[in-house]
Nanobody, 127 residues
Framework: QVQLVETGGGLVQAGGSLRLSCTPS????????MGWFRQAPGKEREFVTA????????DYADSVKGRFTISKYIANNTVYLQMNNLRPEDTAVYYC????????????????????WGQGTQVTVSS
């Protein structure tokens, strides 16, 4: 069984920074891409960012572009999300996800394109 474990969430003041990590455990797998999504109370899960595993092509939602950075460390199959200049509207549960299938442009923004999900980590930004 594959598990994705997210760490690094917490409470931070507006303008602050947090770094999330996502590491797989259990059965090994080869992902094509990794993504981060978030879900605020009463809202649908939304795309934040994604990165292709081999080449490292990245994609960001407009709401986080210039503030968030996704990166990967192949040696331990870990993906990171550096979040700077956080805003209260960034408050949500953040989920990492693994995509195992080659996907076309834009497909990585769609939650159903992902095969494995983490349990989520809470990020709260106070004003």
């Amino acid at each position: 069984q594959v598990q994705l474990v997210e760490t690094g969430g917490g409470l931070v003041q507006a303008g602050g920074s947090l770094r999330l990590s996502c590491t797989p455990s259990g059965r090994t797998f080869s992902s094509t891409a990794m993504g981060w999504f978030r879900q605020a109370p009463g809202k649908e899960r939304e795309f934040v960012t994604a990165i292709t595993w081999k080449i490292g092509i990245t994609d960001y939602a407009d709401s986080v572009k210039g503030r968030f950075t996704i990166s990967k460390y192949i040696a331990n199959n870990t993906v990171y999300l550096q979040m700077n200049n956080l805003r209260p509207e960034d408050t949500a549960v953040y989920y990492c996800a693994a995509n195992l299938r080659p996907s076309g442009s834009g497909a990585l923004r769609v939650p159903r394109m992902y095969d494995y999900w983490g349990q989520g980590t809470q990020v709260t930004v106070s004003s």
